[in-house]
């Protein structure tokens, strides 16, 4: 059953800070942890019952069933001009907002300063065992959506 994303965060949230016994804060670390314990090495994927109910935390490849649905296109979207040429392909009329107004508004949901930076400093206190095991756990999605696991920056 997929549930509402705030309710499983929020759900995921409560079950972590009783395993750590963390009492204001999550660390990025204890969100780590839990999903790498919820991997079945031998299986390739995560145990079901482990990801509380809520797919939002499986890999791609676990939620994607290409057989059963008749798809019209298939298609990998990364650059905003990769969903120009495709919304222009179905002929849809829809225009971006401009840079300058996506940079605002960015700038205005900003709320602990440079994003790169916090993504750095919360990695560095995951554990290299941990590090290893979660690039162990989405290494089919990012095969098959052509992400490159050793790139660091």
Known sequence: MMMDGNLAVSKLFRRLKRRSGASQTVRFSHFV???TKSYD???GVMDRNVR???DHWAEYFQLCDPCS????IIGHLEEKEDASNFLKLIGANVTFPSLESVNDTAERHRVHGDTAQK???SY????EAD????????RTDAQLFGYDL???D
């Open 33 to 35: 942890r839990h999903i």
């Open 41 to 43: 090495p031998k299986k």
């Open 52 to 54: 509380i109910g809520s």
């Open 69 to 72: 649905v008749q798809y019209d």
């Open 119 to 121: 993504m750095k400093e």
């Open 124 to 127: 560095a206190e995951v554990e």
């Open 131 to 138: 590090l290893r095991r979660l690039l162990e756990v989405f």
């Open 150 to 152: 050793t790139k660091t």
